[in-house]
T-cell receptor, first 119, second 114 residues
């Protein structure tokens, strides 16, 4: 079974600074997808960024980028120029690419990292 | 993308009663998922609901406690039966699209059991 581990329960960053959230995962599969979701106090899950395991290039979305190390099974999120609105819970998630074959297609989540942004 | 609504958004219920949560999607989707998020915790999959078939439950979740209906491709319900305070959680409906990146979440239902 796949597992996702986020070892940082809480992180803090100064506004305009850069912060990196860690995520490691365990899987025996070679093809899969990784995601970072943001959950503000509103509870709405918001997709921040995604990465396909078969792509070597790290995904980037504006101020958000990932460092994907497939061999090390590591998938960290870097937030640049942090803003007050970035304060939220961040969840790392895994999704198998084996659609309908031993997988329902659901996401497997880490425990989350609570990010606070100091003005 | 898919827009998902859930009803109710929150409720306070008494021990021993049942609550049915509705999930409505603005487009037809094949897969629907129900997650539970206990206070301060991550999301845990309760079950997968595909239209026309029985829901598939994850380990630790049973149909008698969490019956699910999926009458069509845009709607599903999750019932939390015979509630206890341990059932106090946020329940989220999620849908999967045709692509691997397409998974959308409803706003969640915050349930408090007293």
């Amino acid at each position: 079974a796949q597992t996702v581990t986020q070892s940082q329960p809480e992180m803090s960053v100064q506004e305009a600074e850069t912060v990196t959230l860690s995520c490691t995962y365990d899987t025996s599969e070679s093809d899969y997808y990784l995601f970072w979701y943001k959950q503000p106090p509103s509870r709405q899950m918001i997709l921040v960024i995604r990465q396909e395991a078969y792509k070597q290039q790290n995904a980037t979305e504006n101020r958000f980028s990932v460092n994907f190390q497939k061999a090390a099974k590591s998938f960290s999120l870097k937030i640049s120029d942090s803003q007050l609105g970035d304060a939220a819970m961040y969840f790392c998630a895994y999704r198998s690419a084996r659609w309908g074959v031993g997988s329902q297609g659901n996401l497997i989540f880490g425990k989350g990292t609570k990010l606070s942004v100091k003005p | 993308s898919a827009v998902i609504s859930q009803k109710p958004s929150r409720d306070i219920c008494q021990r021993g009663t049942s609550l049915t949560i509705q999930c409505q999607v603005d487009s037809q989707v094949t897969m629907m998922f129900w997650y539970r998020q206990q206070p301060g915790q991550s999301l845990t999959l309760i079950a997968t609901a595909n239209q026309g078939s029985e829901a598939t439950y994850e380990s630790g979740f049973v149909i008698d406690k969490f019956p699910i209906s999926r009458p069509n491709l845009t709607f599903s319900t999750l019932t939390v039966s015979n509630m206890s305070p341990e059932d106090s959680s946020i329940y989220l409906c999620s849908v999967g699209g045709n692509g691997p990146y397409e998974q959308y979440f409803g706003p969640g239902t915050r349930l408090t059991v007293t």
